[in-house]
Every structure is written in structure tokens, then in C-alpha cells.
């Protein structure tokens, strides 16, 4: 592994060891116990503006060494965070909270790790993370502002995962313990956590579905506080959040114009988000049975999330490219797509996107004993609710499923998978 080395303005640092730098130069680096540690990352895979923006963050970290030691390096990690280098990003968090003693630095850093595991759709090591940042703030006595913020990031944090682990009742108890600082906190940003954290509410009530007026009402105040804010991370967080509503409520043009400006405000960074807005652009357009665009954006999105290790958006992308494979026939690819999905599939939230393919391969080759049990799967009372007609033949699926009637068994799941191609959820 190469040393992190750095070269300023062709000056000579101070007695140190040689190193080399990217371009093959040897350069004096100066010596510093905790910097010494610190790897170089592989950063060409990188566009050259993101090249950019690592290269002079290092910089800054060896300006900023003697005055802050090893925090200045959390700023680098930050950078490397926001490029899709998550893993990278955490060993450096994970290094500093060992150098420390200090609890908000530890704490901070576990959230950050914690936000981090979350963005790539790791949401049971995501809430563990949260979770020692927790507790670790629950330590200090949060008496001044800059430790009350952090902990109310740390707390978003946790909702998030818990959402994603269909938690929901741990959800509603961190959703109340940050309101109980809300009062005192006038960061725009942070109390957009707070908006976010009630439209999870919403959303885990509704179970993804048909949403009510309330639920866009918090996603349009969230978009107008959100614009007013330098950083546009959390403005194209809001219109994915839009974005999702709108799909589910069937209204396509609309999600996609939502996804399509947080694309643009994401310039190709915050992969979470960016995620986000790609897959769901591929889900709208299956649902709308448009073969062509559902190829094109779940090969957009498998191939950013194999890039960045998203382990919950590359077997998504596989249960969409299964339905194109289905949809042209070709059994064979689209049962291999299919089971790639289920194999690793990360959250059950959204297992119908691989299970009505799945199900239909399984019913060709007359193996019903599978898809009945898929059909069961599908209907777990905290998964994403579907329309009452194609709940009702998955019901009768099961019930001829339990009594082991083949004839039933067989004629039922016809009808549900003909309801769900009906329907748009197939």
C-alpha cells in the first residue's frame, strides 16, 4: 500500500522520509506519527474533478497537521465519502476515533460511519454504528450546541436504518427523542432531518403506497427549506424523496422529474441518493411495461452500484433486469437475474420486484412449490403493500399453497400473475 505523500508548491518539506506521489515523483514528506499511517487511496477510477477535490484535500490535511494532529483528517475522509470511496472514508473515521479520547470526536465519527454504512443500503451495521454514536453522546451532558446537533444527526441516523429494517416501532422512538430538541435547533439542515424522519413515519404507515396529502405536504416544506441551503445534498435528497411518493402513487412523469432534478443537483456524488433517483427511474419505467428505458437505467444504476459497493441497489438492479428478460422471453436469463436478486437481496421491503419474475419462471417449469412460497413471502404485513386485487389472489395462492392443492395452487397463481402484469407490479 503506498504511504500518503504531499508536494507543495515545489518546496522542500522538513527532515522526513521519500516517498512517491500519483505521478511517480519522489518527494520529502515531513514525519508525523499518525500521518505516517495514513494509506494513499487508488483514486483513478475517479473523474478528474473528484481526483481533484481528494488530491487538494490532502493538502489540506498536511497544512492543518500540527495545529489539529490526526482530526485533520476527517475532513479528508469527508471528501472521500461524498466521491463513493465509503469503505476508504471509514478506516480513516475508524483511525482517528482510536488516536482520541475525546468523546464528541469519537461520537461525531461513529455517526458519520454510521451514515456512511446507511448510504450503501448496509442498514444492520448502519444502526450499530448509530448506535454506538449514541451512546457515546449520552455520555455528555449536551449542554452546549454543537454537541445537541451532532447527537440529533446521530439519532437520523439510527431512524434511517431502523425504517430500512422495517423497525418501526424504534423509528417513532427516535423520531420522538428529536423532538425534544427540535425547539432548540435552528439549522436548516438539521431540522430537515427531522421532516425526513416523520415522512419515514409516513412512509412505514402507508407501506410505500398510495400516500396521503400529509405526506406530501412534509415533502414540499422539506424541498422549500432544503433550496435555501448552500449544499445541494440535501435539496436532491428531498426531490428523491418526491420522487418516490409520486411513483407510488402512480404518477410517472412527475417521479421522474423529480429524480431527474436530483441527478442533476448530485453532479455524480452522494451515490446513496444518486442511487436512489437511478433506480426508481428504472422502476418507473417497468411499471409502465417500457422494456427498453427499464434496461437502460437498471444497467445505469448496477453499474454505479457496483462501483460503489451499494449493497442494496445491485440486486435491485438485477430483479430489473430479470422483468426484461422475462418480458423478451429469454426464461433462461431472466430466472438467473431473478435468483442473483434473491440470493442478495439486502432489505425485504420490495421483494415483489424480484419475486413476480421469479414466481412466473417457476410457474413454466410447473415447480408451484417455490412460488407459492414466494407468494407468501410477498405477503409479510410489514413489506411494501400492493393493490387490494392482486393481495387477494397472493391469498388464495397461499391458502391452496398451505393445503398442498396442486390444482388450486396452479390456477391461482396464473391469476395473480396475470393481476400483477395487470396492475404494474409484475
Not at 500500500?1 to 516517498?19: C, D, E, Q, S, V
Not at 520529502?28 to 478528474?48: G, N, T, V
Not at 488530491?55 to 497537521?65: A, D, N, R
Request: glycine share 4%; with cysteine; aromatic share 12%.
Amino acid at each position: 500500500m503506498i504511504k500518503i505523500i504531499y508536494k507543495l508548491h515545489r518546496k522542500t518539506l522538513i527532515a522526513g522520509t521519500l516517498a512517491r506521489t500519483n505521478g511517480g515523483t519522489l518527494v520529502k514528506i515531513r514525519e508525523f506519527d499518525l500521518l505516517h499511517y495514513m494509506d494513499l487511496p487508488a483514486i483513478q477510477h475517479l473523474s478528474p474533478g473528484d481526483q481533484q477535490l481528494v488530491i487538494q484535500s490532502q493538502q489540506k490535511v498536511l497544512l492543518e497537521q500540527d495545529i489539529k494532529g490526526f482530526i485533520a483528517i476527517e475532513p479528508f475522509a469527508d471528501v472521500l465519502e461524498k466521491v463513493g470511496m465509503h469503505q476508504e472514508a471509514r478506516d480513516y473515521f475508524q483511525k482517528i476515533i482510536s488516536s482520541t479520547t475525546d468523546i464528541l470526536t469519537q461520537a461525531r465519527c461513529w455517526r458519520k460511519i454510521a451514515v456512511s454504512l446507511v448510504s450503501q443500503r448496509d442498514f444492520i451495521n448502519g444502526g450499530i454504528a448509530a448506535s454506538q454514536a449514541i451512546s457515546l453522546f449520552q455520555k455528555l451532558l449536551l449542554d452546549n450546541r454543537s454537541e445537541r446537533e451532532e447527537y440529533v444527526k446521530a439519532l437520523h441516523a439510527s431512524a434511517h436504518s431502523y425504517y430500512f429494517q422495517l423497525k418501526f416501532e424504534k423509528l417513532e422512538v427516535a423520531a420522538k427523542e428529536i423532538k425534544k430538541y427540535l425547539p432548540d435547533i435552528t439549522d436548516i439542515e438539521l431540522r430537515c432531518n427531522l421532516l425526513h424522519v416523520i415522512s419515514l413515519s409516513v412512509y412505514s404507515k402507508y407501506r410505500w403506497y398510495q400516500f396521503p396529502e400529509e405526506a406530501f405536504n412534509h415533502i414540499e416544506l422539506l424541498l422549500q427549506l432544503t433550496e435555501k441551503l448552500e449544499d445541494k445534498f440535501n435539496h436532491a435528497y428531498a426531490h428523491c424523496m418526491m420522487g418516490h411518493q409520486y411513483l407510488y402513487n402512480e404518477e410517472f412523469a412527475l417521479s421522474r422529474e423529480h429524480f431527474s432534478k436530483a441527478i442533476h443537483l448530485l453532479e455524480g456524488k452522494h451515490f446513496g441518493q444518486l442511487l436512489i433517483a437511478y433506480n426508481y427511474t428504472a422502476v418507473s419505467y417497468r411499471m409502465q411495461n417500457n422494456i427498453a428505458m427499464t434496461e437502460q437505467w437498471a444497467s445505469l444504476t448496477l453499474e454505479k452500484a457496483k462501483l460503489t459497493s451499494n449493497i442494496s441497489y445491485v440486486p435491485y438492479s438485477y430483479a430489473n433486469l430479470a422483468w426484461v428478460y422475462l418480458k423478451r422471453e429469454n426464461w433462461l436469463y431472466a430466472e438467473n437475474y431473478a435468483r442473483k436478486a434473491a440470493d442478495t437481496w439486502t432489505t425485504l421491503s420490495m421483494i415483489y420486484s424480484y419475486a413476480f419474475p421469479l414466481m412466473a419462471c417457476l410457474f413454466r417449469k410447473g415447480e408451484l412449490e417455490e412460488a407459492g412460497e414466494l407468494c407468501f413471502k410477498v405477503l409479510h404485513p410489514r413489506l411494501k403493500k400492493i393493490p387490494g386485487d392482486l393481495t387477494q389472489k397472493l391469498r388464495t395462492v397461499v391458502r391452496a399453497w398451505i393445503t398442498s392443492d396442486k390444482v388450486e395452487l396452479r390456477n391461482a397463481l396464473q391469476e395473480t400473475i396475470d393481476e400483477a402484469k395487470i396492475s404494474g407490479y409484475f
